[in-house]
């Protein structure tokens, strides 16, 4: 399409370039030069926020776009870092999603696990966070310390004809991932 544009601008383009495998090429350059300048912002930025946002497409396919928010001289600037399907719409492969994602834009594991403290440290100063941080955590000691409250949980699962989904621990190494699975073994178990 761009070298029909410039051919009507009187440029020759050779008929070498015009072909999809061309294009793929000239796009994996494009890409990895968005992807430099884009690293580079953020390596020089003081204030960064990630956004994600679902979407389903024609094909009924559930994928997470994620979005880099930087302040650069007093300007604040929203870049698209990409797109990634996920099999099944539920936060486990929700955060996996954004994390492979934000790994592929900060390519090395420091700047992600920056990425993932500067998100520990936000919800921290939110009060309805921080008490929905307690709720999880408590849940998981209550039913990790005492198997009988283990095993009471497992019977109410039974009864209602649900998988068991024991309350997970919030803390730990990917505490993204640690959140999301703790929130959501919440959110599906909460009947029982």
Request: hydrophobic share 35%; proline share 2%; glycine share 4%.
């Amino acid at each position: 399409m761009m070298c029909k544009v410039d051919e009507q601008k009187g440029l020759v383009i050779e008929k070498t370039y015009q072909n999809k495998k061309q294009a793929r090429v000239f796009m994996h350059y494009i890409t990895e030069v968005s992807r430099r300048q884009l690293k580079d912002k953020i390596d020089h930025s003081k204030y960064l926020a990630i956004m994600s946002d679902g979407s389903t497409d024609s094909a009924v396919l559930e994928e997470e776009l994620l979005y880099t928010r930087v302040r650069q001289a007093g300007k604040v600037q929203v870049h698209f870092d990409g797109i990634q399907a996920v099999e099944k719409p539920n936060a486990e492969n929700i955060t996996a999603a954004i994390i492979k994602m934000k790994r592929e834009v900060c390519e090395d594991e420091e700047r992600a696990h920056r990425l993932e403290l500067t998100f520990k440290d936000a919800v921290k100063s939110c009060p309805q966070c921080t008490k929905l941080d307690d709720l999880l955590s408590s849940l998981y000691v209550f039913y990790h310390k005492s198997k009988l409250n283990r095993a009471n949980l497992k019977n109410s699962f039974k009864v209602l004809g649900m998988k068991p989904l024991i309350p997970t621990r919030v803390e730990g190494t990917r505490c993204l991932a640690h959140l999301f699975r703790a929130l959501d073994h919440f959110l599906r178990g909460y009947k029982a």
